[in-house]
């Protein structure tokens, strides 16, 4: 059982749905012990750094997450991959969950923001989560603001006049910048390498 953290900030359900088409088993929950119990945890998320931040505050949830993340896979999707970092510089500098070294910031490109749409990824480590792809594969990205962190944390990049941070992973913990739940075969695909990851 993969459980899918409700914290007020995700988009939950088309997450569950795309577990739910792969075929893995999965749960929405705020609920400790379901976090506890599961094999796996998703961290969706859609807004700002603060504000998720603080609703993870208000759910009493920071504690068992990075508790689970010692003992079991745990994937942060776009925001949700983003309080992965040590901080968040999003409107006021927030301390994140510091699971990864790094901090989120503004993306500095001369190019469109937010960066929108279909961007190929360009692979960095191999790694089981990315079983299966290659460096021509698309992924949809919907963001303003990237991580800043170390290579040896970078699964995948992808060019957006800067290198961004696309696919990130320190021990248990990974993190898609991009929505999987979105990116077609490619994100299901990635969806169903992380599901195996206990398998």
Known sequence: MIAIIDYGAGNLFSV????D???E?????????EIISAHSIILPGVGAFPDAMKMLKKADLIDTIKE???????LGICLGMQVLFD????????????LIEGSVDRIKTDLKIPHMGYNQLEINKQSPLLKGLNEFDSVYF???FMAYTDSENVLAYCDYNIKIPALVQKGNVYGAQFHPEK???VGLAI???FGGLTK
């Open 21 to 23: 088409f792969i075929g």
């Open 191 to 193: 969806l169903r390498n």
């Open 142 to 144: 919907v963001h303003s």
């Open 68 to 74: 689970q993340a010692k003992k079991k896979p745990l």
């Open 183 to 185: 990116s077609g075969e």
């Open 16 to 19: 569950k749905n795309a577990l």
């Open 25 to 33: 088993e999965s749960i929405i929950t705020s609920e400790k012990n």
């Open 87 to 98: 901080e968040g510089l999003e409107f006021e500098e927030t301390k994140g969950l510091s």
